[in-house]
């Protein structure tokens, strides 16, 4: 059976179908109604997830050692309270006030408001070195050999050498970088930045942020407790604010959550808006938008059933979707007022506008279901999802439009409505129409000259790994977070490396240490800390050896010294007469956040620190390196696990996938197009528009790619198809006119881009950055592909069917002679 046999039975059927919806419409509408009650039923508990997690496979390394530290260890980052708008003095009040109370709350493990200054300062000459102690001990006996020359009348100077130092600060820099350095480290004890007057309490939960309903739960918790305090005692300008990793999740959730259904909503007022204009007439609305919404319905009962959830991509494409739906509408109710104009009944337009114009809106959509397919072979879930729920979206909108609209129709006639009468040859498209023809050559140098300059810039294109901009940093959480880090003076949210003993977490240590050595400055790990080096080794050797150096010490007359030197001896004889300590002897804020959810009984950890931004995407990817793979000595292997890497696996995810997606998506429309049209040639045609376009929208304006918006690129291939295959398709018609077909046909794919355009058009609105650089692009790469379809593409055609009547006149002569 030919390709065109197979055209022609495709397009007799929906002719037929829709002419019995046309002449039972009560049976069709039941049907409608019945499933989209369904729809609505199975789609009632759906809810935005837009944690990260989720968004990988289970079966990812980085996904099980995530969920295998939550077990043990609980969830990463704080629930962070910051009073600001007081003098230091009172601040600090405000903290020592709070920290009993804060830590009695049912999910608070423990509070971290202080840096643990004191205990290692004491134990400071515990974590250096025998060999070191042993320098520091040699530089006193110097000093004290040099104090007794000086005391002898009868010892002659010859020189005017300075008295050998008693000040080791030289050796404790080298270990500056040792937790214990870096979590004492800080102009003051509390956590604090006098100049901007804040003072921050971190308070540890129990549970996970990634459970958003506990997340909400134990945030709640805080700010009602912070709610029933009394602060006016701390001054009229003092207050409080909630942030942290608990706290910002929240708001990102419900600002997303608003994002989308304001995008939703404005999209579908647009549409209304727009349809209304078009057909000028309520009725052409509600033709067009019935069967939109309900099919709208269908899909995301299928999404309730297959997923339960939509994440952070599929959540908005209720408003894209609607767009690419209505585009569907506009042809076949436009197709159906044009035969109707030309004294066919409603039956009669109805089976020819859905045999026809139908069949091209079934290509296109099938198309596009291809194309957004291409999506589903990404294990990425927001691309895997986004592709299997706008595929089935697409064909849901055809299948809504043969049931409804006919029926809608049918039941209009019957009560006398008569569509109104557009003019095919009034209108600007009208005169471009008539323009065209004379001009074609022209315009396609013009636009091809211009595609030409847009496609040699190709290359200024880049993808973004800046995952900072995809944040909104007006949300107060977010921006009040980055000060906190910045009093810290290091990062929240460690990763985290399981230890099952202290053995095995002195391995890591050594592991990390070394590959943060080997590295130099261009390592990505600002820290490493674990409970064995928190209590170091050899304590007793190292008491000995403090033990003599006081012994010299206090041989020293303190009288007789500098100021500056005094205050280094007094410090030495403090730190000296420290006793070695225990794990259970650390500070409580210190030990607890090593310990698990079970306690110290329940297994060691080691914290990782990273020395870099972690939304910094390209270097995140570098860090995750740094900190998976370690091979322990019983042959297993340990990596960290945090949301750092789930980051950092997703964008390798994407970088890997985005090829593979685009050339999947190229080469499904082109094989669906070549199937339904019959030849190759015509379907490289109807494509040129949309692969001219994205060339186009990788050269326009500099706009760079993110893991989000990257997903138009296949969107763009899959819908803007439909304007080629809509002119291609009504041109190849008998007797086919090019005037009247494109003023026709033209405003028809005008107004498809359009509504297409505006489910997008909403998200240029939102606040949130991801979903903000997604509606740039994708409105970007619509706004080029309209030039390209109302100029570039009806002036190669013009080329293309000029050329060909060319060749055909010079040939018959010659086989005439």
Known sequence: MSDKRVAERIEAVMGALAARNHRKPWQALVVAVVLVVLGGFFARTLALNADMVGLLPKSF??????????????????????GMGAEPAVLKQFVDDMVPKAAQLPEIQFVNYQRPRPFFEEHALYYVDVPDLKVIQERIDARIAWEKEQANPLFVRLDDAPPPPIDFTDIEQKYAGSASQRMANGEDLYFI?????????????????????????????????????????????????VTGTFKKKMDQQKMITADLGRASGIAMVLLVLYLAFHFRSALGVVFTMAPVLAGLSWTYGFVGLAYGKVNLLTGFLAAVLGGLGVEHGIHLLGRYTTLRSEGQDSLQATREAFSHTGFSAFIAALVAALTFLSLSISEFAAFHEFGIIAAV?????????????????????????????????????????RWLPRSYRAVAIVVGLGLVVLISQAWRVS??????????????????????????????????????????????????????????????????????????????????????????????????????????????????????????????????????????????????????????????????????????PDGTQVSAAGEALIVADILDMVAQDGPRILGAAILSVLAAMWLTLGRLRTALICMLPTLLSVAGLMALLDLKFNYLNIVVLPVLIGTTVDAGVHLMQRLSEPDSDFISVYAETGRAIVGGLLTSAIGFLALVIAQHPGLNSIGNVANLGFGVNVVIVLLGFPSLLLLVERWRRKHSTTAAPAENT
């Open 61 to 82: 390394p980085s996904v099980q050692d995530l969920e295998k530290m939550r077990k043990r260890f609980g969830g990463q980052g704080y629930v962070v309270v910051v």
């Open 393 to 433: 979206g697409m064909l849901v909108s055809i299948a809504s439009y043969l049931l409804i609209l006919p029926a809608l129709l049918g039941l209009a006639s019957r009560w006398g409505w008569t569509p109104r009468t557009h003019v095919g040859s009034a209108g600007p498209l009208a005169l471009l129409a």
């Open 463 to 632: 993808f973004s790994y800046d995952a900072s901009k995809l944040e909104d940093v007006r949300v107060p959480s977010v921006s009040l977070d980055r000060s906190v880090n910045r009093i810290l003076g290091y990062s929240q949210t460690p990763v985290v490396v399981l230890t099952d003993s202290r053995d095995m977490e002195h391995e890591v240590v050594r592991q990390l240490e070394k590959r943060k050595a080997e590295r130099g400055k261009e390592s990505t790990i600002d820290f490493v800390g674990a409970l064995v080096d928190l209590v170091p080794k050899q304590q007793q050797e190292k008491k000995t050896v403090l033990q003599a150096i006081r012994q010299r010490l206090e041989k020293l007359d303190p009288e007789r010294m500098p100021k500056d030197v005094r205050s280094n001896l007094e410090r030495a004889l403090k730190m000296t007469r420290a006793e070695p300590f225990q794990r259970e002897n650390l500070p409580e804020a210190v030990r607890r956040q090593f310990e698990g959810l079970g306690g110290a009984d329940a297994g060691g950890v080691v914290l990782v620190y990273s020395a870099i931004n972690l939304a910094d995407g390209a270097r995140t990817r570098t860090f995750a390196k740094e900190v998976r793979g370690m091979n322990l």
């Open 193 to 241: 930045d006098p100049e901007e007057r804040l003072v921050v309490l971190m308070l540890k939960p129990k549970g996970s942020s990634a459970d958003l309903n506990y997340a909400k739960k134990v945030v709640g918790q805080v700010e009602d407790f912070l709610a029933q305090q009394d602060f006016s005692k701390y001054g009229p300008t003092f207050k409080t604010a």
